[in-house]
Antibody, heavy 117, light 110 residues
Framework: EEQLVESGGGLVQPGGSLKLSCAAS????????MHWVRQIPGKGLVWVAR????????SYPDSVKGRFTISRDNAKNTLFLQMNSLRAEDTAVYYC??????????WGQGTLVTVSS | QSVLTQSPSASGTPGQSVTISCSGR????????VSWYQQLPGTAPKLLIYSDNQRPSGVPDRFSGSKSGTSASLAISGLQSEDEADYYCAAWEDSLIGPAFGGGTKLTVL
């Protein structure tokens, strides 16, 4: 069974840092582009970062560029999101996603990040 | 503001058909394929349609997608109570160098 399991969410103060992890199983993790997408509870979906199969191609929207870093460890089937200089507006559920725009689109259950003092 | 525009809500009665629309521009829908996701309450989004009109295995043929120019649509026929969910369109956005989503349409089955 294919699975994406996020972890690392929690409460952090403004200006703080947090590192999310996503453990993949049930499929060949190294063969797929991976993404992080966030959703403020009750609101829509917003793409946060993407990374290609070997980590050589990475991109972010301007809202997180310079603050967030996506990475992957194909040997450990794990995707990461390092989040620095966190702001209240970064509060959301963060989803680990395989291939958003192809037939292989598949989402984890998400992990909640709350930025508050 | 979402890059792709969806009506915030739609509704229908069991057995009816409903269409959800998604409007974009030449930099997204006009030149790239569209995917649709269904998000049931309290769960993660699930892929319904990819490449404008293709269904992954396991998705009922009651769900169909189409595209014309810079707009796309998701049609649901034979509406069922379990179809009550939020529906999101998605497409590549050239200026973002990444995928963009619609704001979502909340479907209510009356």
């Amino acid at each position: 069974e294919e699975q994406l399991v996020e972890s690392g969410g929690g409460l952090v103060q403004p200006g703080g840092s947090l590192k999310l992890s996503c453990a993949a199983s049930g499929f060949t993790f190294s063969a797929y582009w991976m993404h992080w997408v966030r959703q403020i509870p009750g609101k829509g979906l917003v793409w946060v970062a993407r990374i290609n199969t070997d980590g050589s191609i990475i991109s972010y929207p301007d809202s997180v560029k310079g603050r967030f870093t996506i990475s992957r460890d194909n040997a450990k089937n794990t995707l990461f999101l390092q989040m620095n200089s966190l702001r209240a507006e970064d509060t959301a559920v963060y989803y680990c996603v395989r291939e958003i725009l192809t037939s292989q689109g598949f989402w984890g259950q998400g992990t909640l990040v709350t930025v508050s003092s | 503001q979402s890059v792709l525009t969806q009506s915030p809500s739609a509704s229908g009665t069991p057995g009816q058909s409903v269409t959800i629309s998604c409007s974009g521009r030449s930099s997204n829908i006009g030149s790239h394929t569209v995917s649709w996701y269904q998000q049931l309450p309290g769960t993660a989004p699930k892929l319904l349609i990819y490449s404008d009109n293709q269904r992954p295995s396991g998705v009922p043929d009651r769900f169909s997608g189409s595209k014309s120019g810079t707009s796309a649509s998701l049609a649901i026929s034979g509406l069922q109570s379990e179809d009550e969910a939020d529906y999101y369109c998605a497409a590549w956005e050239d200026s973002l160098i990444g995928p963009a989503f619609g704001g979502g349409t909340k479907l209510t089955v009356l």
